[in-house]
């Protein structure tokens, strides 16, 4: 099986930084695209960045200009670079893969257990 295992949240006062990374282990799989997912208390989970396997990105219009979706193929790993955070990227913030096992014929999405960004005002 496929596992993704982020780290790098944490605290961080309003106008930091914070860099996540999420790698997936396992055997026998290839990888599609790659994400970066966030819940705020209360609200419901939405996008914040996508990279395809060609390095193609997509981010949500909230963090356009303040954080860098990047990957590693070899590594199987994806990054999220914030800069400028503030308040209201307080969140669980959750690494998303579309993965494929070796011989099978779907793509299904794999994802992270999730890691706390806060951000203090």
């Known amino acids: 099986q496929v596992q993704l295992v982020e780290s790098g949240g944490g605290l961080v006062q309003a106008g930091g930084s914070l860099r996540l990374s999420c790698a997936a282990s396992g055997s026998r799989f290839s990888i599609n695209t790659m994400g970066w997912y966030r819940q705020a208390p209360g609200k419901q989970r939405e996008l914040v960045a996508t990279i395809t396997s060609d390095g193609t990105t997509n981010y949500a219009d909230s963090v356009k200009g303040r954080f860098t979706i990047s990957r590693d193929n070899a590594k199987n790993t994806v990054y999220l670079q914030m800069d400028s955070l503030n308040s209201d990227d307080t969140a669980v913030y959750y690494c998303?893969?579309?993965?494929?096992?070796?011989?099978?014929?779907?793509?299904?999405?794999?994802w992270g257990q999730g890691t706390q960004v806060t951000v203090s005002s």
């Open positions: 998303n893969a579309q993965v494929r096992l070796w011989g099978a014929l779907r793509w299904s999405d794999r």
